[in-house]
T-cell receptor, first 121, second 110 residues
Framework: GAVVSQHPSRVICKSGTSVKIECRSLDFQATTMFWYRQFPKQSLMLMATSNEGSKATYEQGVEKDKFLINHASLTLSTLTVTSAHPEDSSFYIC?????????????????FGNGTRLTVT | DAKTTQPNSMESNEEEPVHLPCNHSTISGTDYIHWYRQLPSQGPEYVIHGLTSNVNNRMASLAIAEDRKSSTLILHRATLRDAAVYYCILSSSGTYKYIFGTGTRLKVLA
């Protein structure tokens, strides 16, 4: 089945530095990918929609200058947490939908990466 | 975005069926109902989805109420590996994004 690969799975960085997280669709193309953040014992919160070849769409309350998203190709989206602070420590998860075939995209299942655990010290 | 309501937690004995409910009273006619589950420290995993008719796959069954305002995910024989947080999500033709609710934490007792 469709696979979404996320890298790294775990990263520790110092306060003030930037961290890049990669999300790849391994066997399908995706013009749209989604980035989520999850704090302990909480549900997933949608941060932004990554659009191939154009600017990302951010959810209300998410700082676009802090969470830079680049969707450079149909199989790769990156999230860069700039000037990270301890409050940015979280579990970041990306997802993508296989848009191939004749089935309407919106009801096709989303495939999720295994997440990146970011710890800012 | 249409919202879903699920119980915070449920318990089941191993080898017994589990019925996980979800209310979505504001669902619109073209919204699909999706179920995902999340194991600790992993991304969500697709379980099943449907529109109006009941659906079955190797993982579970999805029973959708006739008025579509509620649905039930059925695990026919719970195993310890089914312990996870289960999310019921609606996908709308107007948007391609998923909004997660609080989900149901399923505990399976040996």
């Amino acid at each position: 089945g469709a696979v979404v690969s996320q890298h790294p799975s775990r990263v520790i960085c110092k306060s003030g530095t930037s961290v890049k997280i990669e999300c790849r669709s391994l066997d399908f193309q995706a013009t749209t990918m989604f980035w989520y953040r999850q704090f302990p014992k909480q549900s997933l919160m949608l941060m932004a929609t990554s659009n191939e070849g154009s600017k990302a769409t951010y959810e209300q309350g998410v700082e676009k200058d802090k969470f830079l998203i680049n969707h450079a190709s149909l199989t790769l989206s990156t999230l860069t947490v700039t000037s990270a602070h301890p409050e940015d420590s979280s579990f970041y998860i990306c997802s993508a939908r296989d848009e191939g075939g004749t089935r309407s995209s919106y009801n096709s299942p989303l495939h999720f990466g295994n997440g990146t655990r970011l710890t800012v010290t | 975005d249409a919202k879903t309501t699920q119980p915070n937690s449920m318990e089941s004995n191993e080898e017994e069926p589990v019925h996980l409910p979800c209310n979505h009273s504001t669902i619109s006619g073209t919204d699909y109902i999706h179920w995902y589950r999340q194991l600790p420290s992993q991304g969500p995993e697709y379980v099943i989805h449907g529109l109006t008719s009941n659906v079955n796959n190797r993982m579970a069954s999805l029973a959708i109420a006739e008025d579509r305002k509620s649905s039930t995910l059925i695990l026919h024989r719970a195993t310890l590996r089914d312990a996870a947080v289960y999310y019921c999500i609606l996908s709308s033709s107007g948007t391609y994004k998923y909004i997660f609710g609080t989900g149901t934490r399923l505990k399976v007792l040996a």
